[in-house]
């Protein structure tokens, strides 16, 4: 027996509609989803005081300028001003000294390199002579390359020992002179 495609109709046609269902592919079953869990609630924010940045820490250490004549490593400075600072390293036994030495431009980058280091450890030995621990003090030479001013009227102002104290970020510098 042949079949024609008129056949074919009557016999499609003539299922019933559950019969036309089981022919498709059973439908996929939907995603189950899963809400996250809800986090607790976080704590109200707390305001932190934050220090002026103009206003110098209560307890600064008593910085003062130290100048040089042109190629010399002894120094210029008050010196009733370094027993007031070796009084407050005492007070303070965690601060560590910083002593940066610096040198003017003229003559070549080599000696001043030099010079700035004899001026750093002059500087040093001073506090040393007055019972300041050799590990409490650090000591950098940066010759002729940080200058406070770079006209070569003003070298007299790089001829200088820049002092800091570590970790006193709120405390202001001395005024070079």
């Known amino acids: 027996m042949v079949a ?6 009557i016999l499609f046609s003539s299922r019933a509609p559950q019969e036309r269902l089981q022919l498709r592919p059973p439908p996929l ?9 809800t986090p607790p609630p976080s704590p109200p924010p707390t305001e932190v005081p934050v220090p002026a940045l103009s ?5 600064c250490a008593p910085l003062f300028p130290i100048t040089f004549e042109h ?43 030099g010079l700035s280091q004899r001026r750093a450890n002059q500087v ?23 200058p406070i001013i770079g006209t070569s009227d003003s070298s007299g102002r790089n001829r200088r020992v820049d002092l800091s104290i570590a970790g006193a970020s709120n405390c202001p510098l001395p005024e070079a002179p």
């Not at 079953?29 to 869990?37: D, E, G, M, Q």
């Open 71 to 113: 190629n010399s490593a002894i120094p210029h400075f008050d010196p009733h001003a370094i027993i007031v600072l070796v009084d407050w390293l005492q007070a303070h036994p965690d601060a560590v000294l910083v002593i940066d030495g610096h040198a003017d431009s003229l003559g070549s980058a080599v000696a001043n390199f």
């Open 124 to 146: 040093a030995s001073r506090f040393v002579a007055a019972n300041i621990p050799k590990g409490r003090i650090s000591r950098r030479a940066f010759g002729q390359y940080t």
């Open 55 to 59: 206003a110098p820490a209560a307890d």
């Open 4 to 9: 024609t495609i008129a056949d074919m109709r």
């Open 29 to 37: 079953a939907s995603p189950v989803i899963t809400p996250l869990p």
